[in-house]
């Protein structure tokens, strides 16, 4: 199996990555990410997969594109449901079209091991876009190790954001202080 995996930031990676080397697969990492903003957050979560894949040995390939434009204009609409109209779509779309483009037969995202991500609106669009593409989906919920993935993380020393990754998503990490703040203002 030549398995294409995309990657959303080096923690998130490490326990879908031993969890595929357990069975016998080795992933080649894909990192397209034009949803991370601002530009230091996106420079650092890609400067720490560099790090990471090359100390164990695993093939990274990284398409650069730092999208703040084009991200907004296409979520501003419905920020609530920025991730499922746009975030996942465009990531997964141009990792699939890589894939296919360049003889791998299956792909997959890191994305699947974070509780906090639209887990089965995740799986649908990789589904949707296995069918579209004629390529093979590697479905696994990586959920039950993510909190072993993120302790391994720390003991490597990755850097470990704060947010998932966009800037409304750092906002909603602040939403509660922000509250508490301005009714501390009234």
């Known amino acids: 199996m030549k398995l294409l995996m995309h990657t959303c930031c080096a923690p998130c990676s490490v326990y879908c990555i031993e969890s595929l080397r357990n069975e016998g697969i080795e992933p080649v990492l894909y990192w397209y990410n034009p949803n991370i903003h601002p530009y230091t957050e996106y420079k650092a979560r890609r400067d720490a997969l560099k790090e990471y894949a090359n100390s164990i040995n695993v093939q990274a390939i990284f398409q ?82 993510f909190r072993q993935g993120q302790a391994r993380a720390r003991e490597l020393a990755l850097y470990m954001q704060k947010y998932c990754g966009c800037v409304f998503s750092e906002e909603e990490r602040y939403s509660k202080q922000i509250e508490k703040e301005m009714q501390c203002q009234i």
């Open 64 to 145: 650069e594109e730092y999208g703040l434009k084009e991200f907004c204009k296409n979520v501003i609409t419905d920020l609530r449901n920025r991730c499922s109209i746009y975030c996942y779509k465009v990531r997964l779309e141009q990792t699939v079209k890589y894939a296919k483009e360049n003889g791998f037969d299956s792909f997959t995202t890191t994305l699947f091991v974070s509780p906090y991500q639209q887990h089965e609106v995740l799986k649908q669009i990789c589904e949707e876009l296995a069918v579209k593409y004629d390529i093979n989906f590697v479905y696994r919920d990586f959920r039950p190790g």
